[in-house]
Nanobody, 118 residues
Framework: QVQLQESGPGLVKPSQTLSLTCTVS??????????WTWIRQPPGKGLEWMGV???????YYSPSLKSRTSISRDTSKNQFALQLSSVTPEDTAVYYC??????????WGQGTQVTVSS
């Protein structure tokens, strides 16, 4: 059973860089059939897709966040990571990592709350 777990600071100051890691267990992130994504949900709003890294390593970003977002992976640790630069309070959200299986997200992490505040 594949499991995902987000980790990272829960509080980030404005203008700093938000860094989160998703640790995947029970399956390899390099499997070509799947991709791995970051999604967030600001308070009172819907889910927002941020970007994805495919099993073979290709990376795609949301156009609205592309200038501030970086997704990477460490295959030796079976982890993938998110960095969001120049954060503002509008980046306060619950951040999720998830597995992409075809047209669906079939495995999710539990989510981690990140608050941007001084």
């Amino acid at each position: 059973q594949v499991q995902l777990q987000e980790s990272g600071p829960g509080l980030v100051k404005p203008s700093q860089t938000l860094s989160l890691t998703c640790t995947v267990s029970g399956g390899s992130i390099t499997t070509s059939y799947y991709a791995w994504t970051w999604i967030r949900q600001p308070p009172g709003k819907g889910l927002e897709w941020m970007g994805v890294i495919a099993g073979e390593g290709s990376i795609y970003y949301s156009p609205s966040l592309k200038s501030r977002t970086s997704i990477s992976r460490d295959t030796s640790k079976n982890q993938f990571a998110l960095q969001l630069s120049s954060v503002t309070p509008e980046d306060t959200a619950v951040y999720y990592c998830a597995r992409v299986n075809g047209l669906s997200y079939d495995r999710w992490g539990q989510g981690t709350q990140v608050t941007v505040s001084s």
